[in-house]
């Protein structure tokens, strides 16, 4: 028994030794066919007007990448629509569920939808004769920015435009192309902020009277230590399932942009 566990041993590091031979055996003998490519960075001085203009260009593309973000928040539906749903997590008493991911996820897709015909304007007007080369840079800009306006426009109420366009010192438009963009996007932006509050609100209202009658039935049976949370969230939750709420917010977001 010994002289067999003391040569199963010896087969066992004979093993050990030859496997790093044999890969490195096999490597070798693969043919290299996949070039691998080498990635070189660097930054150099421009010596032509056209490569600096060229760098310039660069620099604002990166510029205007850095700010996407906020420019997709601050001129489109999102900022409505999270709202809104975090409104609705928050009257739902439900805390972390459904997840943040959940929520922006469903809010950038529901600003996706809400906005593709302003989208769309903009790939048929500007977009798509830009790269034909049928217009200019700069009439591709112009044209870009119209439709975005436009639905900027129908969102934002007077009163809110009219705060920005005193708060600037500007004489008073005559028609909204006299408006600079950077006065109608602050006004947009407070006018979604209480579009969102009101909407939010009515959400409110029914979780609340459940949470009421809850409360005021715990308090009538004496049982004022059991947190009236424990005990109105299943109902809320439940009323929100048998009244399918997920459909009702987003049918009424999506009405609210019309």
Same mark, same amino acid.
């Given at each position: ?80 629509? %999270? @709202?809104?749903?975090?409104? +609705?997590?928050?009257?739902? *008493?439900?805390?972390?569920?459904? #997840?943040?991911? $959940? ?85 947009? %932006? @407070?006018?979604?902020?209480? +579009?969102?509050?009101?909407? *939010?609100?009515?959400?409110?209202? #029914?979780?609340? $009277? ?49």
């Amino acid at each position: 028994m010994k002289q067999k566990k003391k040569s199963l041993r010896r087969l066992f590091y004979l093993l050990l030794l030859l496997i790093p031979l044999l890969i490195g055996g096999v490597a070798l003998a693969a043919p290299q066919t996949i070039p691998i490519p080498q990635i070189q960075i660097g930054v150099n001085t421009a010596q032509k007007p056209l490569e600096i203009a060229q760098s310039l260009q660069m620099l604002i593309i990166l510029t205007v990448l850095s700010l996407a973000p906020a420019i997709l928040i601050m001129t489109t539906s999102f900022v409505r629509i %999270v @709202i809104v749903l975090s409104f +609705t997590r928050t009257a739902i *008493g439900t805390n972390q569920m459904p #997840p943040n991911q $959940v929520m922006i996820g469903l809010a950038l897709f529901l600003t996706f939808f809400t906005m593709a015909p302003t989208w769309d304007a903009v790939n048929n007007q500007a977009l798509q004769p830009f790269l034909n080369g049928q217009i200019s840079q700069e009439d591709a800009f112009t044209k870009a920015s119209a439709p975005i306006r436009d639905f900027m426009f129908k969102q934002t109420r007077n009163k809110d435009l009219k705060l920005f366009i005193q708060a600037s010192k500007l004489p008073n438009p005559k028609n909204k192309d006299e408006i600079p963009t950077q006065v109608l996007i602050p006004a947009f %932006v @407070i006018s979604e902020l209480k +579009t969102a509050f009101q909407l *939010g609100f009515m959400i409110f209202i #029914p979780f609340l $009277v459940i949470d009421m009658i809850v409360a005021s039935t715990l308090m009538s049976m004496g049982m004022m230590m059991l947190p009236p949370v424990m005990i109105s969230l299943p109902f809320k939750i439940l009323l929100f399932v048998m009244v399918d709420g997920w459909h009702l917010v987003v049918r009424s977001l999506i009405l609210s942009f019309n």
